[in-house]
C-alpha cells in the first residue's frame, strides 16, 4: 500500500523559509517520481516541483521563480521542498504526489490529474 505522509506545514511571515518533507512508503523509489503540488482557497491544484529518483531529475513550475527547491533526504528517506522569500500568494495546502514510471517529468509535473498516490497535504499560511 502506498503511503504519501507531508509535513513542514504552518504559519509563517512573507519573506521567510520554509521546508517541506514527503515520506513514502509502499513504493519502489528507484523508478518512481514524486511530485509536489499546491492547491490555494478556491484555485485549481497545480504542480509547484517533481522529482524522478532513477536520474534525479527535476522539474519546475515557471511560476515559482526559482525560490522553491526539491532535493532528495537520503538519510530520512523524505523528498523535501525548500522555500525562501514566502508570500501571501504561496499561501496554500501542498500535496505529495507519486507516480511510477514517468518518462517526459516536466509533462507529468504540470498535470495533477497525471498522478496516481496522493497524501493528506500540509497547510502553509503565509501572513504578518
Known amino acids: 500500500q502506498v503511503q504519501l505522509v507531508e509535513s513542514g506545514g504552518g504559519l509563517v511571515q512573507p519573506g521567510n523559509s520554509l521546508r517541506l518533507s514527503c515520506a513514502p512508503s509502499?513504493?519502489?523509489?528507484?523508478?518512481?517520481?514524486i511530485g509536489w503540488f499546491r492547491q490555494a482557497p478556491g484555485k485549481e491544484r497545480e504542480g509547484v516541483a517533481c522529482?524522478?529518483?532513477?536520474?534525479?531529475?527535476?522539474s519546475y513550475a515557471d511560476s515559482i521563480l526559482g525560490r522553491f527547491t526539491i532535493s532528495r533526504d537520503n538519510a530520512k528517506n523524505t523528498l523535501d521542498l525548500q522555500i525562501n522569500n514566502l508570500q501571501a500568494d504561496d499561501t496554500a495546502v501542498y500535496y505529495c504526489?507519486?507516480?511510477?514510471?514517468?518518462?517526459?517529468?516536466?509533462?507529468?509535473?504540470?498535470?495533477?490529474?497525471?498522478?496516481?498516490?496522493w497524501g493528506k497535504g500540509t497547510l502553509v499560511t503565509v501572513s504578518s
Open positions: 504526489a507519486a507516480h511510477r514510471a514517468v518518462v517526459k517529468l516536466n509533462v507529468y509535473c504540470a498535470n495533477p490529474k497525471n498522478w496516481n498516490y
Open positions: 509502499g513504493i519502489t523509489l528507484d523508478d518512481s517520481a
Open positions: 522529482f524522478r529518483y532513477a536520474d534525479n531529475k527535476t
